[in-house]
């Protein structure tokens, strides 16, 4: 899989270092974890999944985070980016909309003793004020902008890491936030679940 993640691009060697050490399988079904370790997504609970490595891997690599810094994760699904995420950043942040995801995901991350993450069921869409401002942002969720809430949260010099467009066409975004403005980068063509919420989707 590391071998595959570097042939498409991916150099920070801290990112390719966590998904070496991160036992994708243990986050997918047991049904499904001869799958775990191909390039691409699959389903998890709630209707929801898990992102494909690349993807996972792209994602944090755009954050530019390290240990020193505080991220918030909207969409912790199976917990899988949030572990890849505890072990690039300092304290992880990490809210999930549906019940059964985020009780599976708190069980996994202490499985494999992460102690710098912090998981709540809630609506992400309008983030976790109370730790903010964050260093990186990432949601693996998809938007139909980048919610307000989100822009707020984000330190001046953090970024933020999002899919934004409808359910059949989303681009992948990093917004950089500056003391005067915020830069929107593309990042190219993907697909997510739609983000549920106040300042995303209703349904």
């Known amino acids: 899989m590391v071998k595959n993640l570097r042939s498409r691009g991916i150099k920070d060697e801290r990112v390719l270092k ?26 998890i609970a709630g209707g929801q999944t898990i992102s494909q490595p690349y993807i996972v891997a792209r994602m944090t690599e755009l954050l530019e985070v390290t240990k020193a810094d505080k991220v ?3 969409g912790t699904g199976s917990g899988y980016q949030t572990a890849i995420l505890a072990h690039v950043a300092g304290m992880i942040f990490s809210i999930e909309r549906i019940e059964e995801l985020a009780r599976l995901a708190k069980a996994r991350i202490r499985q494999l003793s992460l ?7 809630s609506d992400g869409s309008v983030g976790w004020p109370e730790y903010a401002p964050y260093q990186g942002i990432l949601a ?12 707020d949260q984000l330190a001046v010099g953090g970024r933020l890491v999002m899919p934004v467009g409808t359910e059949k066409n989303q681009i992948l975004v990093r917004v950089c936030k500056t003391e005067k403005s915020t830069k929107i980068e593309e990042h190219g063509s993907v697909i997510f679940v739609k983000m549920i919420g106040k300042q995303a989707y209703e349904s």
């Open 18 to 43: 966590a998904m070496s050490v991160v036992p994708r399988h243990l986050f997918v079904e047991e049904a499904l974890a001869y799958k775990a370790y191909g390039d691409h997504p699959l389903p």
């Open 72 to 74: 918030l994760e909207i």
């Open 115 to 121: 102690d710098n993450v912090i998981i709540r069921c």
């Open 140 to 151: 693996a969720a998809a938007a139909p902008q980048v919610p307000q809430p989100l822009i």
